[in-house]
């Protein structure tokens, strides 16, 4: 897979490409400032564009603002945004795109699973913090469109933003594949999403109410 990375951190930069590269990765372009990885994303085409949020020049987003800016630009790119922090304002038009992951990078445990996330990104899927997740659905309003949803399907949909597949869903909650099928059902039904291609309809259950927040 050729990825870039945008990280301004110089030892989190060289250990994440080495990790990468450890599993196959070809490295094409390690850069420290957003706007050199627009330039390294023109240049090497890559499949992958590991992105931390907050960099150089104003290290306020500027990592976000030009993920934002490559998705117009290389509607196929994968995706991968790493920060401390939630920023999910800066974020929500580009989880309803497919192709899209966000991770907390304190949060990341299991190399083997963050891999497997990037592959997931790359080839079209998303993947999600739980964390982050949670900040997303979190918010009630007095017009929630989760109010709707059943506890157990508001649990289905945390797992179904996060990019898991209904089989990972199941092995999570420990239900059969069928009961997550009938879940998810009821889920898009609720939110209005009977329309339109399945992998984009799973990830716009999420965010179908954002835009009144």
Do not use: W
Request: proline residues 3%.
């Amino acid at each position: 897979m050729r990825t870039v990375i945008a990280e301004d951190s110089v030892l989190f930069r060289e250990g994440l490409a080495r990790l990468l590269q450890d599993a196959g990765h070809e490295i094409v372009a390690k850069v420290g400032s957003a706007d050199a990885l627009v330039d390294a994303v023109a240049k090497t085409r890559p499949d992958l564009a590991v992105v931390d949020i907050h960099m150089p020049p104003h290290r306020g987003g500027d990592g976000a603002r030009a993920a934002r800016s490559l998705r117009d630009d290389h509607p196929d790119l994968g995706i991968m945004l790493l920060s401390q922090h939630i920023e999910t304002h800066a974020t929500v038009d580009l989880i309803s795109c497919g192709g899209f992951g966000y991770l907390l990078k304190d949060r990341v445990f299991d190399v083997d699973e963050f891999l497997e996330s990037l592959r997931r990104v790359a080839a079209g899927g998303s993947a999600l913090d739980p964390e982050v997740v949670t900040q997303l659905i979190g918010h009630r309003r007095k017009h929630d469109p989760l109010e709707r949803l059943t506890a157990r399907e508001r649990e289905v949909l945390a797992l179904m933003a996060e990019g898991r597949t209904n089989r990972g869903i199941a092995q999570r909650l420990v239900l059969t594949d069928r009961t997550v099928e009938t879940h998810v059902t009821n889920i898009m039904i609720k939110l209005g999403l009977v329309d339109g291609v399945e992998g984009h309809r799973r990830v716009l259950a999420v965010i179908t109410y954002l835009g009144s927040r």
